[in-house]
């Protein structure tokens, strides 16, 4: 299910209609960066950067510092979760046409709701704070808010099963890239040094992790197949609550969106999250 209902929320970070509202904020949209985590972290209130950092995990505090917490005043944290809705109402009426108010994105948004609230949020502070805001009225945004509480709680999840393999935010980053989930170099948009990057590889070396090129060991390949073995075990909840039936048709139904996701060219092709190598379901 993370497989496939992602892509349909993840697509919202790189979609024009999103930038145009950030930029109608008045956040600078020559990255992506500044909007992001004003987007993912006004769930949170206003954080700072410790906060962020904490909730984030995988990114350097100095990146975040680089926007965090001056992006609150520019805009604040109601405003910019005003202009995420929009947003996600615009961003789907471009991708999805004249289907955006068919009763089959009317009927997933009702599954991925009910698996939504399903999840506890105990120990999640990203899933907990989305899972605290109002629920849109329109169906195509209520399940952008729907998979995005799930996909928070599964990071949240996450996070705890990097915690338990004693895997740092960089160090989680660097087996991350040694079990080839993406090219180093992708990973440099996290904001990490050359030197910590290192540093980071001696530390997994002198734990068996890694080799002395940067690739992993049996054993790293094991490190991080338990600890995404444990990220399912967390994340599995909601899903068991919905039971296979509901969950078989919640894919179906999100199948569309899934296909014009991948094909609207907007999602990049090597990213941190695996997504873009997920290929097209068949028609």
């Avoid at 950092?53 to 995988?58: D, G, H, I, L, Q």
């Avoid at 992790?209 to 054993?219: E, F, R």
Wanted: negative net charge.
């Amino acid at each position: 299910m993370w497989h496939q209902i992602e892509p349909v929320h993840a697509v919202f970070w790189y979609s024009p209609e999103v930038f145009a509202e950030a930029a109608g904020l008045g956040l600078p949209v020559e990255t992506r960066w500044p909007s992001y985590f004003a987007w993912r972290a006004a769930p949170l209130g206003e954080p700072g950067v410790a906060r962020v950092a904490s909730a984030f995990y995988s990114f350097s505090p100095r990146m975040v510092g680089e926007h965090v917490p001056d992006v609150w005043g520019v805009a604040s944290g109601e405003r910019v979760l005003a202009a995420r809705e929009r947003a996600v109402d615009r961003m789907y009426r471009a991708l999805l046409g004249d289907g955006v108010g068919s009763a089959e994105v009317a009927e997933a948004a009702g599954l991925a709701r009910e698996a939504a609230l399903a999840a506890g949020h105990s120990g999640r502070p990203l899933s907990a704070a989305n899972a605290g805001l109002p629920w849109p009225d329109e169906p195509h945004v209520a399940l952008w808010h729907a998979i995005g509480i799930l996909r928070e709680h599964r990071g949240d999840g996450h996070i705890a099963a990097l915690l338990t393999a004693s895997l740092d935010p960089c160090e989680a980053l660097v087996s991350f890239a040694a079990v080839g989930a993406a090219p180093v170099e992708t990973f440099a948009s996290r904001g990490w040094s050359e030197e910590e990057w290192g540093t980071a590889r001696e530390r997994l070396l002198s734990r068996g992790l890694i080799t002395a090129d940067g690739t992993a060991t049996p054993a790293g390949h094991a490190l991080r197949n338990d600890v995404e073995r444990l990220t399912d075990d967390l994340a599995y909840a909601p899903w068991a609550s919905l039971g296979p039936e509901k969950s078989e048709r919640l894919a179906k139904l999100t199948t569309p969106i899934l296909i014009a996701a991948l094909e609207s060219a907007l999602l990049p092709a090597t990213n941190t999250l695996g997504i873009g190598k997920i290929p097209p379901p068949t028609r």
